[in-house]
C-alpha cells in the first residue's frame, strides 16, 4: 500500500520509481558482481565513467547486477588488462587500446597516433562507429573475446616538464614520456628521446630525472601530482586520442540474458555521454588548480613549426599495417575513421 503524499508531484514522482522497479523486476536480470579491474588510481578522472557506470547499471536492475571495482593494478596492471578480459580472469577491465597494438592494431589507431586528432571528441565517436559497421573491427574484438561498453576521450596533449619548453630547438634532445609504437616515431621526428613510462611511474621518473617531461593532458597531470615534480605546463598541442574503454568479457557478455545484454550497452552509452560531458570541463579546472598551487604556464611559440615537422601519422599507421599484410583492410578502415572524423570535427 502506497504511503501518504503531500503532493501530486511527489505522488507522480513515486509513481515513477516504482513503476522503474517493476520494470526492471519484469526483466530478466541476474544477481551477479562483475569484477572490473584496471591499473589507474581512483584519483584519477578517468575513472569516473566507471564509477557512474556501476552506479548507474545496479540503479536499473533494481540491484541485481553490480560492478566492484580494483583500482591502482590490485587484479592487474594497465597492460595486462586485455588478457585478464579476454581470458575470463576478469569480467571488465578499462583497457589502453595503445598498449595492444598487436592485438588490437585497428582499435588502436584512433588510440595511439598523435598530431592527427585535434578534435578527439569526433575521433571516439568514428571508433565508435567503426565498431558497429566495420569488418575488421568487428573481427578484432570478437577474436579478442572483448566487447566494449564505454568509451571516452582524451582531449590534446601537452606536456609538463622540469624547465621551461618554448620552441623547437628547446624541444631538441629532450627525454620525454610516451607510450605504444607510434607517438616514439613522432618524436622521433623532433630529436626528442621518446621513454616508455607508465603513467602510474611518471612522478619518480621526472623526480629523478630520467625523463625531462611527461606526455599527458591537465587532468592526468594533477591526478599524479607531477606539477610537484615538474612545475611547467607546456602550453603546445599534440592532437587528443579515443582514450581507453571499459571492455567486458564477450564470453560473459554472451552469457547473459538479451534483457542483461541490452541494459549493459545502454548503460554503456549513457557512461560515455555522462564522460564526454565532463572532460573538457575538468581539464580547464585541473589547470587551474595546478597555477593556483605554484605550477607555471609556458607558451609554445612554434606550434605550426610543429605541426610541419611530424610526418603524416596515418600514413604511418597504414605502412605500419602493411608490414602485417594488413594493408588492404587498414587503407578501408582509415578512410572510414577520417571520412567520419573530417566530416563531423569543428574548425
Not at 569526433?122 to 559497421?133: G, L, N
Not at 620525454?176 to 613510462?197: E, L, Q, S, W
Not at 582514450?243 to 557478455?253: G, Q
Request: charged content about 20%.
Amino acid at each position: 500500500m502506497l504511503k501518504r503524499f503531500t503532493t501530486v508531484a511527489a505522488f507522480v514522482a513515486a509513481l515513477g520509481t516504482f513503476g522503474a522497479l517493476a520494470a526492471a523486476n519484469a526483466a530478466d536480470y541476474p544477481s551477479v558482481t562483475f569484477k572490473h579491474a584496471t591499473g589507474f588510481p581512483k584519483a584519477l578522472y578517468m575513472e569516473q565513467p566507471a564509477e557512474f557506470f556501476a552506479d548507474r547499471l545496479a540503479e536499473r536492475s533494481g540491484g541485481k547486477m553490480k560492478v566492484q571495482l580494483f583500482y591502482s593494478g590490485s587484479l592487474g596492471k594497465s597492460n595486462e588488462i586485455l588478457d585478464l578480459v579476454s581470458s575470463g580472469a576478469v569480467d571488465m577491465g578499462s583497457l589502453v587500446q595503445g598498449y595492444f597494438t598487436s592485438a588490437l592494431p585497428f582499435a588502436a589507431m584512433t588510440n595511439s597516433l598523435p598530431m592527427t586528432f585535434f578534435d578527439p571528441a569526433q575521433a571516439m565517436y568514428a571508433a565508435i562507429e567503426a565498431e558497429k559497421t566495420n569488418t575488421s573491427q568487428i573481427d578484432e574484438f570478437r577474436r579478442n573475446k572483448i566487447k566494449p561498453l564505454v568509451y571516452r576521450y582524451l582531449p590534446n596533449y601537452k606536456l609538463i616538464c622540469t624547465k621551461p619548453v618554448r620552441t623547437m630547438a628547446d624541444l631538441r634532445q629532450l627525454k620525454i614520456r610516451t607510450f605504444g609504437n607510434f607517438m616514439p616515431k613522432m618524436f622521433a621526428a623532433i630529436d626528442v628521446t621518446p621513454v616508455n613510462v607508465l603513467p602510474t611511474d611518471n612522478y619518480e621518473a621526472l623526480k629523478r630525472g630520467s625523463m625531462d617531461c611527461s606526455y599527458l593532458t591537465n587532468a592526468n597531470f594533477i591526478a599524479y601530482k607531477l606539477h610537484e615534480v615538474a612545475p611547467y605546463i607546456i602550453d603546445v598541442k599534440f592532437g587528443g586520442i579515443n582514450a581507453y574503454f571499459l571492455a567486458m568479457s564477450l564470453d560473459k557478455f554472451e552469457s547473459l540474458s538479451p534483457d542483461a545484454q541490452k541494459l549493459l550497452v545502454e548503460v554503456g552509452q549513457e557512461a560515455t555521454k555522462f564522460a564526454a560531458d565532463q572532460t573538457e570541463r575538468i581539464e580547464a579546472e585541473a589547470l587551474a588548480t595546478m597555477l593556483t598551487q605554484g605550477a607555471s604556464l609556458i607558451k609554445f611559440e612554434e606550434q605550426d613549426k610543429l605541426v610541419a615537422a611530424v610526418p603524416n601519422m596515418v600514413d604511418i599507421w597504414i605502412e605500419t599495417m602493411d608490414g602485417q599484410g594488413l594493408g588492404a583492410e587498414a587503407r578501408v578502415y582509415a578512410k572510414q575513421v577520417m571520412d567520419y572524423y573530417n566530416a563531423n570535427k569543428s574548425d
